[in-house]
């Protein structure tokens, strides 16, 4: 099974992505890193705490904390967007935590796992740059890092110019594209607008699933649902569950291609933006950026995944 960890900063989309680390048979889910990103980071760690209580796995992989606030800048809540980032859920287990770093956990599954670890980074990029300040070896270690984050020479979703997880720490995002590592992103815009957007149809056929995993995922989608819908977008949005999805079923993706990707840090008006340049622009790649995928497969995907019965711890 494939060695993996997901660095999240866990809120609705984050949740669905863990549900994906722990309830697809492909990969071992080694451990959650947490990172300051959508919520309050403690809210945060309860709804990574809460996601695996409901995938009936309390206990069973580690979570660690990682970086608090973003390297150099403060930190920016996306709550207007999120809530509580659990709908209101809670778990009544005491939060449960690992005593190790979640940076020092990322460099030492990378090292115990050289060139296998496969990273799924679904905040901001803050406990990634900061392991590779830490362990020069960490880049050469990784097998794959899988990011949600910024957009595909189009539209931001926190400015017109920049997606939330890169905007919110524009310069590890931009130390980690220049790490030479082994990069595919999955950008806010124009694919996951397009491709893994759930209407409310969509979400009436999860909800008569009728499973706990069913009631859990509408329960937490609802808020961002609410968000999305106020600015036109016709649905709930999944980037994260998506990063995941395509990494473990790359048959998924229906059009790639290979970008040299570059991180504005220093622009107030384009913070965070990801120029992403091809092959005309004669820049070395240094990405594989997703640009299209099976959004009915996706769905499909998603649907058995809530459709197994598993018994809360
Ligand atoms: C990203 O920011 C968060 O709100 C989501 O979890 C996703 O990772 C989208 O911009
Ligand atoms: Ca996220």
Redesign the pocket.
Known sequence: RIPLVID??T????CVALLVGLLDPTPDLKAITMVA??VGFDQQVRNAQLTLAVAGRLGEVPIHLGCRRPLVREWVS?EN??GDGSGGLSVDAAPEVSDEHGVDALIRLAAENPGELRIVA??PLTNIATALVKDPEFAANVGELFI??GSNNGRG??TAAA???FYVDPEAAKAVFAAGMNITVVP?HPL?IRDAVFSRERLAEIAAIDTTLARFFFTIVET?LAFDESVGIPGS?H??SL?AAVLLHPELVTAAADYAVDIETGSDLTRGYSAMSWGVHGLASNARVIEAVDADAFFAYVCDLVRAEVLPS
């Open positions: 999240t900063d809120a609705q989309d984050d990103g959508n996306a967007v999120h679904i905040g949600m984050g979703n926190i997606e939330y997880n806010w996951t961002t949005t980037p994260d990063t």
